[in-house]
């Protein structure tokens, strides 16, 4: 099946600091990817939609100026969390979907945020 | 307002034991549904996905059915092994984004 890599699996980093996270999708071309959030215990909450080569589209409540979004080719997406505080520690999930297929969504192995 | 809702929230059953898990979902249009399980600590992995014309679909151990009169679709584990302790997502997509349910975690015990 289809593979989408995320990197780091986990980050620690000070307040203050920004953190990229990227989305890969190794074996197909995604001209979309999704960001989501997840606490514990929760379910993913959609972020942010992420389209190649034009804008994200960020679900409301979610700072477009604090998580920068960027899809600058059809196999990488990647989340920057700007200014970093405690309580942006979470789990960020991404998916891809195959645009030859367009009908499942591949997730990423999630990103650990510690901002301490 | 489209919605997903599964139940039971939680389950805990002994090792090769079977379970169902429940989704109910008010998404439309509708396409199709998607189970998808979730370790602790990573992310949602397919298990199946379920269109408007199928009523039944399996993928080894995993047997998900569809209703779409009543809008109902239920996951049946057979057989649970350890390993089958995680997260189970029910996901319905619509216009080009996805309806998640708040998942079923499931705790198989020795």
């Known amino acids: 099946g289809a593979v989408v890599s995320q990197h780091p699996s986990w980050v620690i980093c000070k307040s203050g600091t920004s953190v990229k996270i990227e989305c890969r999708s190794l074996d197909f071309q995604a001209t979309t990817m999704f960001w989501y959030r997840q606490f514990p ?11 190649e080569g034009s804008k994200a589209t960020y ?7 604090k998580f920068l979004i960027n ?14 505080h405690p309580e942006d520690s ?17 997730f990423g192995q999630g990103t650990r945020l510690t901002v301490v | 307002k489209n919605q997903v809702e599964q139940s039971p929230q939680s389950l805990i059953i002994l090792e090769g034991k079977n379970c169902t898990l429940q ?20 992310g949602p992995v397919s298990l199946t996905i379920m269109t408007f014309s199928e009523n039944t679909k399996s993928n080894g151990r995993y047997t998900a059915t569809l209703d779409a009169d009543t809008k109902q679709s239920s996951l049946h584990i057979t ?32």
Request: aromatic share 8%.
């Open chain 1, 90 to 106: 979470s789990f960020y999930i991404c998916s891809a979907s195959d645009r030859g297929r367009n009908t499942e969504a591949f």
């Open chain 1, 71 to 84: 899809h600058a080719s059809l196999t990488l997406s990647t989340l920057t969390v700007t200014s970093a």
């Open chain 1, 41 to 51: 215990k929760q379910s993913l909450m959609l972020m942010a939609t992420s389209n």
């Open chain 2, 23 to 42: 989704c109910n979902y008010t998404v439309s249009p509708f396409s199709n549904l998607r189970w998808y399980k979730q370790d602790t600590g990573r």
């Open chain 1, 59 to 65: 679900e409301q409540g979610v700072e477009k100026d």
């Open chain 2, 79 to 110: 057989a649970s092994q350890l390993s089958d302790s995680a997260s189970y997502i029910c996901v319905v997509p619509n216009a080009g984004k996805s309806t998640f349910g708040d998942g079923t975690t499931l705790t198989v015990k020795p």
